[in-house]
């Protein structure tokens, strides 16, 4: 009976929380159409992604709305752009002095035909180009036709960050003026390349909200929210090695060794390493959604289907 009631408290939790907001985005992977819930409150699907080729023309993604199971004729499917993490070539892209930049915009319009939206996802932009990058959001906005919701994905930003970064390019308050939504990526707290820890601990998360909250019409946030983990390893476990350091290991570990003129020498062992895994349980994922259900907002965001919880959307 203690475990029925359990069930039901969460099932409860959950329908409650997705029951607050007036929209929920989902991200789906070209490819990953399988895993789409039959059965979720999603209104809107981020199509996950057309992203920009050396050239300058989008390529992949897809090309029309896919068909899902469990949609209405009311949910609404958004064309992603996006682009290689590279500083280099966002400033490439961007720059309108070379001809990519408008090629990019050309691509877009010429693409978005089918689709409700569009979403600008570029992340790995320099505050050297804070003004190139702003310029194009303008670009494309004026571009799409007036029917199209514009939406801009943009990195996690709080009070203290943006004292410490005042020309960081992600500038909300422009951002919120220009964008028919703005989708906040809070999620990527501890990152790979960083230290280990929780991917969006509900007070960051609570942070990066009132700074969103402060620059950005409540009715333009979409809250994103991570569905997945990540996992960390403690120990380096390859590295370029000095010939003596070399027959230091060999010797310590007992290792057989292996030699011939034509492969030089090897051996192999076999060690312990210490992985460190964080992730988003279902608690925490109710947890965000009461903080930002509890407070004015447009809507959350899922990062991304495919990598949920079991019965994640069923329970949804």
Not at 89 to 110: M, N, S
Not at 115 to 138: H, M, N, P, R
Not at 215 to 224: C, D, F, R, W
Request: contains cysteine; glycine residues 8%.
């Amino acid at each position: 009976m203690k475990l029925l009631i359990a069930i039901l408290f969460t099932l409860s939790a959950v329908i409650t929380s997705s029951a607050r907001f007036n929209e929920t985005w989902a991200y789906l992977m070209k490819g990953e159409e399988k895993y789409f819930p039959a059965s979720s409150p999603i209104t809107d699907i981020g199509c996950f992604s057309a992203a920009v080729d050396g050239d300058g023309n989008l390529s992949g993604g897809h090309l029309s709305p896919p068909t899902l199971p469990g949609t209405t004729p009311d949910t609404r499917y958004h064309l992603v752009i996006t682009i290689p993490w590279s500083t280099t070539l966002a400033h490439i892209y961007l720059d309108p002095k070379l001809p990519f930049r408008q090629r990019i915009i050309d691509g877009i319009v010429d693409r978005c035909g089918p689709f409700d939206g569009v979403q600008i996802d570029i992340e790995s932009v320099s505050s050297k180009d804070k003004a190139y990058y702003l310029k194009f959001l303008l670009a494309v906005k004026n571009a799409l036709p007036k029917d199209k919701i514009f939406s801009v994905a943009v990195m996690a930003r709080w009070a203290d960050h943006k004292k410490k970064n005042p020309a960081d390019a992600f500038d909300y308050p422009f951002i919120g003026k220009v964008a028919d939504r703005v989708i906040i990526m809070a999620y990527d707290e501890h990152y790979r390349g960083g230290g280990h820890g929780p991917i969006a601990s509900l007070p960051w998360c609570s942070k990066i909200y009132d700074y969103a909250l402060q620059t950005i019409p409540a009715e333009k946030i979409v809250m994103g929210i991570p569905l997945y983990g990540r996992s960390w390893q403690k120990e380096k476990t390859a590295a370029a090695m000095r010939n003596p350091e070399i027959w230091t290991d060999l010797r310590k570990r007992g290792a057989q060794l292996e030699s011939t003129p034509e492969n030089g020498g090897s051996y192999s062992y076999t060690t312990n390493v210490t992985m460190n895994v964080h992730f988003e349980s279902m608690p925490s994922l109710n947890a965000k959604m009461d903080l930002y259900g509890s407070r004015p907002v447009r809507g959350i965001a899922f990062w991304r289907i495919s990598q949920g919880p079991r019965g994640f959307w069923e329970q949804l």
